[in-house]
Structures are given as C-alpha cells and as structure tokens.
C-alpha cells in the first residue's frame, strides 16, 4: 500500500513515511493509492473481533510496512479499558425512532476525537523510535483537538507536545482537563490573546524552515490520514453491531461535521465495500459543507462570516479533509483536482453542480444543518423520549437524521462528545448539570501545570529551545 498526493505532485510513499508530515509537498492531501476492499465473507468473519482487534485487521489494510504483530500491540494499547473506562469501549446506545448513537466519547476527552488519537499515539512513539529520531508537536487549541493530543501523547517516548492556548477563553472543564496533566513531555502554554493569535503564533514558528527543522517540529491536525484510517474502524464496529447475519445489511450513518475528517472516514469504509445506505452530514448554523451537497457549489467563508455557535467544534470556515472526498468524486483524477483548486484559490469557490447527481447515488452523501434552537430542542427531546443526556454537536446530528431515517434501515448517529464538556448549553436546555463520569469526578481539584506568556512569537520560540528534548536523548 503506498501513498500519493491528491494533486499528482509526490511519488508514491509508504505509510511510515507520510505518517509524521502534514500536507503533501505539492500541497495537496495524501491518500492510498487504492482503497482496499473488504469482501463480506471478511466483514462476518470480523464479527466476533474485540474493538481493539478489529483496529488491528482494518489498519493492516492501510499499513503494510509495519509487521502485524507490532500493529496488534500498539492497538490493544490504544483500545482498552483503562483508556476508556466505560462498561463498553464503542457501545451502541438506541434511541427513539430507528436511531441509535454510536458512543465514541468514552475516552479520556470525552470526545470522539480520542478514538483516533489514542492510536495516533502510539504509532507515533513506536515510528520515532524504530527511525530513532524525536518530535515536538507545536499545536493552537480552544479545547478539544489540543486537549485529545495531549492525553494521547502523555508520557510517550520521543515526543513532546507544545500546546498553545488562549488565557482565559476555555471553560474551566477544558482547562481543569488539560492544564492538571503532569508529564514532563506536556507543556501547556497559555497565551495572553485569543485562538487565531495562537495559530498565528504556531503559523510564525512552523513556517520558519530553519527553527522548524532544527527543533523537529511536527502537528496532529485533522488532516493526518493515520486519524482518518483510525476512523474507518468504527464505522466497522457499528455495522457489526447494528447488522446480524440473517437481518438487515444496510445501515446509515449521522455525522455532525466541522473539518470533514469523520465523515471521509465513514466514505472511506462505503467504498471499502461496507454496505452503508446514505452518510447524512450534518453541520451547525456554519453550513459550508450542507451548502456544498445541496448546490454543488464550495464556498468557504471567511473568519468573519463564520459563527460561534454552542456546538463550537463544528465552526469551521472551510473544511480541511475534503479536497480527499472531491479526488474521489473528480474520478481520482490529480490534475482535475488540482485545477478544481486553483478556481478555488482564485475566485474563492468551485462549483460541482454538474456531478450532483454522484453525490447521493454513487457516494450516499445528503446533508442538512441545524441550529441553536434546533439543538435545545433536540436534547429536551432525546432526554424526555429516550432517557439519554446528549451533548449539543450529537444534537446536531440527531436532528438532521430525523429527516432521514427509513424503515429497516438503522440510522447511527454517531456521538462526538459527552455533555459534561458543554454544560452551558446542557443547562441552557434542560435546566440541570450534566454529570460528569466518575473517573473524573475530582479532576477541579487537580493542580494545573501551565505557563503564562505573552502574545509573542519569540516569547514563545524561546520557550520551545529551552524544553524541547535534545535530539537522541528522549529515545533511551
Ligand atoms: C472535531 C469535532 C467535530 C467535527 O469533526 P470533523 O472531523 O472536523 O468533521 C464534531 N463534534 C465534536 C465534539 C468535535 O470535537
């Protein structure tokens, strides 16, 4: 299995080689060179995998430059219980009217972003030691991707995590969460401004070839394709859970969306040949990608045109994974791709429509948005007719699958958060606290680890050339 670029400017690479980059040097996506395919003597063959041992077989199908052994150790160590602590890793919990949410926030973050970024983790530590080199992770966050790298990364060989973060602007839950982790290899740095000065401070360093080279330093972002094939293994493990061998074969799937990372995921495994019916995208009141799958036409927006809404991980302005959907739908064609991006580039929008057709009859896809109101309303219900407390981006979700929903079809909305990470909102809906899960019952109380700086480049700079680990000596 090698990699390419979606823009047909890399050669061909094997995964190791990909895993710790981000974009690919022609600035295009990476993505397998053929999706591998699944037979459905295979898929029933998997039904009586554990979660961790499921990972295992469907990342072999992306990794073949890893032995499989070491492959199965290093996701035996990312799934299980210790890291998420419920009665069930990845459990299926029905709801009213031929739904069911897929739990994929059982993890330390409480938010589906661990599923991914567990595995993230120790890939990374076992390719860092095997090339026998380090990485220093410099990332921005508003909570929720900074704090799942961080838990992801803790206590890991050859690697550190920078994470910058704006002072004063998370929740107390966010920062109680990332800010009482003690590993030395976790530096939190709260940055006196907002989050855009943060990624503008991040940007600066990254974008300084010389610093970033001499410090080795390295990202998680969503655009990483070991998170996406992480991904597909859950939309395995629900089919496998929602089907049995003589019932119903075909399954929808919900997916409340902000970067596209998820969903590709769920394409991804639709055309691995896992008999999925329609992938519903959901978005909040930012409905770039709604927008696209209506009209055909993508538009990104800018910074000011995009909203804070209360479901604030899906407030995206544009939608970094889905120049990997677009290569599929242009007949995985770079140079098509690559001119579809230069229009994007220069008039700010591309327009598709004349493929609409492909959308839902070759790819499944339909979508629809939600909105504040829509989401209040959404958990009131969900808790009053199913007794189940979700959080407000599993609103989303669950209403725009609503409309979806077909006769003997399960319709999987999948969880992308507990609620105790959004008690605003859950207050603002049903008038209580939400609870928070027991493991973490004490985590106010913690003591918090944290820097204060400047909004200040060079604060920052400094900062990274005195903690980041010498080169060779984070390996032993
Ligand atoms: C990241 C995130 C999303 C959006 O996922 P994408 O992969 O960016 O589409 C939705 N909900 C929550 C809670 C998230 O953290």
């Known amino acids: 299995m ?77 799934y299980n219980t210790e890291v998420f602590p419920g009665p069930q890793m990845v459990p ?3 709801l009213k009217g031929g739904m069911s949410l897929l739990g994929l926030s059982e993890g330390p973050t409480l938010a589906f972003k661990d599923m991914a970024m567990q595995f993230l983790g120790q890939i990374f530590e076992y390719v860092l030691e095997k090339r026998g080199t380090t990485l220093n992770i410099l990332g921005a966050t508003s909570g929720d991707t900074g704090s799942a790298a961080e838990y992801a990364m803790r206590g890991k060989r050859g690697v550190s995590v920078f994470m910058l973060s704006p002072q004063g602007r998370m929740s107390a839950f966010q920062r109680a969460q990332m800010y009482s982790l003690q590993d030395e290899n976790i530096h939190n740095i709260a940055v006196a401004g907002v989050f855009d000065d943060c990624q503008d401070i991040v940007k600066a360093l990254a974008g300084d070839l010389e610093f970033k080279s001499a410090y080795r330093l390295g990202a998680v972002n969503s655009i990483n394709w070991a998170r996406i094939a992480a991904q597909v293994v859950y939309y395995f493990w629900g089919w496998l859970r929602a089907t049995d061998q003589s019932g119903p074969q075909q399954v929808s799937f919900c997916v409340p969306s902000g970067n596209f990372g998820n969903i590709l995921a769920g394409h991804i495994a639709r055309e691995m040949g896992l008999p999925i019916r329609r992938l519903v995208l959901a978005t909040n009141e930012n409905n770039v990608l709604e927008e696209f799958f209506r009209t055909g036409v993508y538009r990104p927006r800018s910074a000011a045109q995009t909203h804070a809404t209360s479901s604030p991980s899906m407030d995206i302005s544009k939608a970094s994974n889905f120049e990997r959907f677009v290569f599929d739908l242009l007949g995985r064609d770079p140079q098509r791709l690559a001119n579809v991006w230069k229009k994007l580039d220069s008039a700010g929008y591309f327009d598709l429509s004349e493929l609409k057709p492909d959308f839902e009859g070759r790819y499944g896809f339909v979508s ?109």
Request: aromatic share 4%; proline share 8%.
């Open 368 to 476: 629809g948005t939600s909105s504040h109101a829509d989401r209040l309303a959404t958990i009131r219900k969900v808790k009053e007719e199913s007794g189940v407390l979700i959080d407000p981006h599993t609103a989303d979700g669950v209403k725009v699958a609503e409309t979806y929903v077909e006769p003997g079809v399960p319709m999987l909305v999948l969880e992308t958060a507990l609620p105790a990470k959004f008690a605003e909102t859950i207050v603002e809906a049903i008038g209580e606290e939400p609870p928070v899960p027991a493991h973490l019952g004490d985590l106010a109380s913690l003591p918090q680890r944290v820097v204060n700086l400047d909004c200040d480049v060079e604060q920052v700079r400094e900062y990274i050339r005195k903690h980041a680990p010498v080169q060779g000596a984070a390996a032993s």
């Open 2 to 78: 090698k990699y390419i670029s979606t823009r047909g400017g890399m050669a061909p690479q094997s995964f190791s080689d990909i895993l710790l980059e981000g974009l690919a040097p022609d600035g295009g996506l990476t993505v397998p060179e053929t999706i591998p395919q699944v037979s459905a003597e295979t898929r029933e063959q998997w039904r009586g995998l554990g979660y961790a041992e499921l990972a295992a077989e469907i990342l072999s199908l992306f990794i073949d430059d890893i032995p499989r052994e070491d492959l199965r150790r290093l996701t035996a160590a990312a």
């Open 92 to 94: 299926l919990k029905p």
